[in-house]
């Protein structure tokens, strides 16, 4: 575990404490923690392993048929 001492502003700390009480945790870590995840999960590209962007490759060779609306779809399908 890695600690740091960071320089934040009081509405920073404030939304911080908002969303400790939200989830109920027991102190800021957890939250930044979460927040953190949040962000990557939000802004961050995921890393692909290359394996799978062949699988994908393949996948998109296939043929499509497109539909305009839920109700082509529904008669397509009946």
Do not use: C, W
Request: charged fraction near 35%; glycine fraction near 2%; hydrophobic fraction near 30%.
């Amino acid at each position: 575990m890695v600690q740091s001492i960071i320089n934040i502003t009081e509405h920073e700390d404030r939304i911080i404490n908002i969303v400790k009480a939200q989830f109920g945790f027991k102190n800021k870590s957890q939250a930044i923690s979460l927040i953190t995840k949040k962000y990557e999960e939000t802004f961050l590209e995921p890393e692909v392993r290359p394996e799978y962007i062949e699988k994908l490759k393949k996948t998109r060779k296939g043929k499509y048929t497109q539909f305009h609306s839920i109700d082509e779809l529904r008669k397509a399908t009946s």
